[in-house]
């Protein structure tokens, strides 16, 4: 079957930096989605990993292992308003797989 | 600017009436999709579109129905609401994978479903 496995909760402090990880294990890959979502908002796109290696874009960054069948999206300075869930999926077969989400709680 | 929307944003319905949930995107995708979103799950796949007059079925399409009959609409119907459709529901659409890019999904603002 498909799988992929993310932290349910995470918690860390404004101005310092979190590693959110996902692990996966697909019959396929096309590709790796990063997602935020803000409670009772809509997913938003954050990054797309197809090849090994780190993606950076500003204060997030996203790594990928294919090897491994392993992601992990890099927050660095946080701010408050990054407070949301981080969703990891797995593209195959022009489909996506998505992880539960992980919660990150950000303390003053 | 392009958009999708999604609508009714909350709709309240007893168990047995018919549901449709409207989605309308101007970004011009041939894909489409409806996901439900409930708590310890990640999004689920209901129903999905790569085209006009094109439509599939998802890993929890049981008791769902989608049509499209142009692009920029998938309306997603309820045959016999039950409670266990409780749910919070996102449609979103994507550009081609094959055409380059990520073709990542744009998501409306989701239409959350309470059946009593």
């Known amino acids: 079957g498909q799988n992929i496995d993310q932290p349910t909760e995470m918690t860390a402090t404004e101005g310092a930096i979190v590693q959110i990880n996902c692990t996966y294990q697909t019959s396929g890959f096309n590709g790796l989605f990063w997602y935020q979502q803000h409670a009772g908002e809509a997913p938003t796109f954050l990054s797309y990993n197809v090849l090994d290696g780190l993606e950076e874009k500003g204060r997030f960054s996203s790594f990928l292992s294919r090897s491994k069948g392993y992601s992990y999206l890099l927050l660095k300075e946080l701010q408050m308003k990054d407070s949301a869930s981080y969703l990891c999926a797995v593209r195959f077969n022009y489909q996506l797989i998505w992880g539960a989400g992980t919660k990150l709680i950000i303390k003053p | 600017d392009a958009e999708i929307t999604q609508s009714p944003r909350h709709k309240i319905t007893e168990t047995g009436r018919q549901v449709t949930l409207a989605c309308h995107q101007t970004w011009n995708h041939n894909n489409m999709f409806w996901y439900r979103q409930d708590l310890g799950h990640g999004l689920r796949l209901i129903h999905y579109s790569y085209g006009v007059h094109d439509t599939n079925k998802g890993e929890v399409s049981d008791g769902y129905s989608v049509s499209r009959s142009n692009t920029e609409d998938l309306p997603l119907t309820l045959e016999s609401a039950a409670s266990s459709q409780t749910s919070v529901y996102f449609c979103?659409?994507?550009?081609?994978?094959?055409?380059?890019?990520?073709?990542?999904?744009?998501f409306g603002e989701g239409s959350r479903l309470t059946v009593l």
């Open positions: 979103a659409s994507s550009p081609l994978f094959r055409q380059g890019g990520a073709g990542e999904l744009f």
